[in-house]
């Protein structure tokens, strides 16, 4: 649904909103929202106050999604009322919604990459045929909303010139442009760095000093705690309670999302390194247009230890993982595997790599660890399809493939359990139970792990953790990658920091602050970073 | 921007097509109409002429055997995520591999000499493939392009090659010398009066074998296991260590080579020697056929019945009906074609949506899906 041509927005009025009518700036009641069998949305209460931020956490498929979009009016409840302001209004879609001052973040920008911030501003809210006169209005206009809530941006850069973190603050502009009193943002911090989610925040606490209403969509406790005000936790369909963030811990928060007790922080024992099974020395690695994305880069991880690599995510990290892995050419450099150089030139280098004993659960388990159209059992052999046991000769002993799946479903509690499913029809976390029973199974020296657990619930991320740390524990090499930093300093035994390329520094997670952390994830030298977050 | 999710299975196998046929002949049928003709008694004309009697039952089965050919040529490569419509140019080709091992061994019997002439022209065929396959793998020119090419190189070798190689001195027609009988196949009226004059001949077992290696190669072997992976995900093959390149290049040497065999079908088969454009368009036929028969075997089967039908059907029409001309019969096979393979995707999306009203699982998940993806 783009916004209409026509479309002539509410400007929001200087200072002077009308007087609040009601203390609540979204009342939802009794919403219902069923397709088909399915309930997405069984009785919803809810009341944001105005000038809060509020947090809606569950997990996926809980039914967020689906309430915002009633609120957004992308869907229309069955039954339920919506009130805004304490008006009862009957939204019938999002250019409604933006008119009654209901403004929406998503995850994934929805910004032109080669128009300038003020271009992206205006796009669709234009005033007339004539773009210039517009222009010159909005940016008056913008820089007056820049001033009012500290969010500054230059008007006149290119979006695709300006970081990810920035790109938000354009996001948000354009709904304040456009008369939001009330933004809703759909996990907004699922790209950016720890320094730039602290940004968004003092944003986000700056809008609500103003009066704005902010409602945070996020399955990370650790944002609900530090920013909202009150939080409702939303269970398959249902909302399970609301509760004021002061009063509350990330332990009740999680039991209620998941419906039982779940462990938060990773429970594991002292690391024992053995021998290096992983030697990665001068490895210089170009990306698809031949820009050199790996700068000679060297690491070790021994047996029985986690080495995990921090970064903000394209600073060379998919680049490592795919060349460690065998799936891309490097350029120079070698990479040793129990004692074993892998020859990693030609397509089929990840055959080569496997055959050494080294598992890799890539980074994006849709477009690389599965063929989603396939039936589960037929990924639950993907990579090791050659291996003599399904099946000798050019044949694919199905049954065989079949019982290794029905196996791997067993281990690791995938749901549901049918190895005859389409793979596509499984859930975010349950697919990454395939991947890693697949990967795990095979008793690998080595296991190359990225982003272990993104888009995963809260429930499946204790299970895959305990999994990881199993493996360790086992005396297996594990190299993870991961830009959820809390994953990294839970999981690592040794944690490298990894920035345009390069490892720009060790860290110890028992003793490095995240913030010493976080400097170096945004390139300032590990000494430096030492100093600055030192208070 | 409403969500989609995929059909279920029978309605995209069995379903679309069928709504897509219908509209083809609704659509035929209006164009006989417009000329004057009954369109209900055209359509009896064309069953009773491809199924009514022994002799049209033939023809339309000895059309058949090439479109099992080369749809199954399309449906390999396609598997693997190829496009190839170069099957036309590599059957052409392929008479060469069949006619040179014909001719040498015409004076022995047609079981030493067919099987013997289909290596040939799998070899022939294949190779012809290849060529396109080994520009993508290593070079990263798209087989689309290339194929296309390749055809007209085709047609322009095989001009050359039977003008100035294969035509005895003593003929004025570009055509090679004439098999002997040891160097034919055998038509299935000897065994069986029921067919007549057909030419419909024991390569109709060659293509039914066909259909089942490429059931067993694409879902019972490594191989197909892996050509499947790299036409879904090609990210997902290389991360399974499988060489994408040499993927690439069997499987345009396989379909090049099934391809081939429509040289058997018309070389020994019905011509009994090499003749300028022997493949008639088949190849493209087989791309709609591959199309229509969701690139499955049964599929095939069924699509090249059908397109066979047409075929013979359509020669029978113009005998029978005056008014309906030998262009009018290429319009309403080019309607087909047009319906069922280039615009097979016009009623997905109207489908797609009326089963998501029926089917609350996938509503639940185009929920999802479009939710991730809605747009202010």
């Known amino acids: 649904m783009s916004e209409s041509d026509n479309m002539n927005p509410q400007r929001p009025k200087t200072a002077a909103a009308p007087a609040p009518a009601s203390r609540w700036a979204i009342e939802l009641e009794k919403i219902n929202k069923r397709f088909g069998a399915v309930h997405a949305n069984k009785d919803i209460d809810l009341k944001v106050e105005r000038g809060t ?83 010159k209005r909005a940016r008056a206009e913008l820089e007056r909303i820049e001033d009012e809530y500290n969010l500054v941006v230059d008007p006149d850069a290119v979006i695709e010139d300006i970081s990810v973190g920035q790109q938000q603050r354009v996001e948000i502009l354009k709904a304040l442009y456009r008369g939001a009193q009330t933004l809703i943002l759909d996990e907004p911090t699922g790209v950016l760095t720890p320094k730039e989610a602290d940004d968004l925040f003092r944003v986000l606490e700056t809008l609500r000093d103003q009066g704005k209403t902010v409602i945070l969509i996020t399955h990370k406790l650790r944002e609900i705690m530090a920013i909202t005000d009150s939080v409702s936790v939303m269970r398959q369909g249902e909302m399970v309670k609301t509760l004021t963030t002061s009063e509350t811990n990330p332990e009740e928060i999680a039991e209620l999302m998941v419906g039982r007790r779940v462990l938060l922080r990773v429970d594991k024992g002292p690391a024992n ?65 129990n004692g074993r150089e892998l020859s990693l030139k030609g397509d089929d280098g990840a055959a080569r790599a496997r055959a050494a004993g080294l598992a890799h659960v890539p980074e994006d388990r849709q477009h690389m660890g599965l063929v989603t159209t396939f039936e589960e059992w037929e990924n639950a052999i993907l990579g090791y399809q050659d291996a003599p046991e399904y099946g000798g000769g050019p044949f694919l002993d199905i049954e065989a493939a079949r019982r290794k799946a029905a196996e791997q479903i067993k281990r690791f509690d995938v749901r549901p359990a049918n190895n005859r499913l389409k793979t596509a029809n499984f859930s975010g976390g349950n697919q990454q139970k395939i991947v890693l029973a697949r990967e795990m199974g095979r008793d690998p020296d080595v296991l190359i792990v990225g982003q272990p657990t993104r888009g995963v619930d809260i429930g499946a991320i204790e299970f895959i953790h305990n999994q990881i740390i199993a493996m360790r524990d086992a005396g297996k090499a594990i190299l993870l990658v991961s830009v959820e930093l809390d994953e990294i300093r839970s999981l690592a035994d040794r944690i490298l920091v990894m920035f345009d390329g390069q490892i720009v520094g060790e860290a110890d997670p028992a003793t490095a602050s995240e913030g010493e952390i976080g400097l170096m994830m945004a390139g300032i030298s590990q000494s430096a970073a030492a100093l600055e977050a030192r208070p | 921007m409403s969500a989609r999710t995929p059909l279920p299975r029978w309605a995209d196998i069995v379903l679309l097509p069928l709504l897509n046929l219908a509209l083809a002949f609704l659509v035929s049928g209006l164009v006989v109409l417009m000329v004057g003709e009954n369109p209900l008694h055209a359509v009896q004309v064309i069953i009773y002429g491809a199924f009514g009697y022994g002799d049209g039952f033939g023809y339309t089965l000895y059309y058949a055997t090439n479109f099992i050919f080369t749809g199954l040529a399309f449906a390999v ?22 006619i040179v091992i014909a001719l040498a061994l015409d004076q022995t019997h047609w079981l030493l000499a067919m099987p013997a002439a289909m290596i040939g022209a799998a070899l022939v065929g294949g190779f012809w493939a290849f060529i396109p396959g080994y520009l993508q793998a290593k070079r990263g020119s798209h087989v689309v392009i290339t194929t296309i090419m390749f055809n007209f190189i085709a047609a322009a070798l095989m001009v050359y090659m039977i003008n100035r190689v294969l035509k005895p001195a003593t003929t004025m027609a570009p055509e090679s010398a004439t098999l002997a009988v040891g160097g034919r196949v055998p038509q299935l009226r000897q065994f069986f009066s029921f067919f007549g004059y057909s030419p419909v001949n024991l390569s109709i077992v060659v293509a039914l074998l066909a259909l089942v290696f490429v059931y067993v190669l694409v879902w019972h072997t490594k191989l197909g296991y892996a050509l499947r992976t790299l036409g879904q995900n090609p990210s997902a093959s290389r991360y399974a260590g499988m060489s994408n390149s040499r993927l690439i290049m069997i499987a345009m040497t396989i379909s090049g080579a099934l391809a081939g065999m429509v040289a058997i079908n018309e070389v020994m088969g019905v011509q009994n020697r090499l003749v300028l454009d022997f493949v008639a368009g088949s190849g493209f036929v087989g791309i709609a056929v591959a199309l229509m028969g969701r690139n499955h075997p049964v599929g095939i089967l069924f699509a090249a019945l059908l397109f066979g039908a047409l075929y013979q059907g359509g020669q029978e029409l113009q005998f029978v009906i005056p008014g309906v001309t030998r262009e009018m019969i290429v319009v309403i096979q080019a309607l087909v074609i047009l319906f069922t393979g280039a615009m097979e995707g016009l009623f997905r999306p109207a489908l797609e949506r009326t089963f998501m009203l029926f089917s609350p699982e996938q509503k639940a998940r185009a929920v999802s899906v479009s939710t991730a993806e809605s747009e202010s």
């Open chain 2, 77 to 98: 490569a396609a598997h693997a995520g190829l496009f190839n419509i170069g099957g036309d140019g590599q059957a052409y080709v392929a008479g060469l591999g069949a």
């Open chain 1, 53 to 135: 931020i509020h947090g809606i956490v569950g997990e996926n498929g809980a039914g967020k999604s689906t309430l915002m979009s009633i609120l957004y009016g992308f869907y229309t409840a069955d039954s339920g009322t919506i009130k805004v302001d304490g008006t009862e209004r009957h939204i019938t879609d999002s250019r409604h919604a933006l008119a009654l001052g209901i403004g929406m973040v998503h995850q994934h920008f929805m910004l032109v990459e080669n128009f300038t911030v003020l271009e992206n501003v205006v796009l669709g809210a234009e005033d007339s045929a004539l773009i210039a006169p517009s222009l």
């Open chain 1, 273 to 337: 390194p053995g021998k290096t099974l992983l030697e990665v020395k001068n490895l210089v690695v170009a990306d698809d247009l031949g820009v050199v994305r790996v700068k000679d880069v060297s690491l070790s991880v021994r047996a029985g230890e986690i080495v995990g690599i921090a970064g903000v995510s394209g600073n060379g990290q998919s680049e490592l993982l795919e060349s460690v892995t065998g799936m891309r050419d490097q350029r120079s450099g070698t990479v040793v595997v």
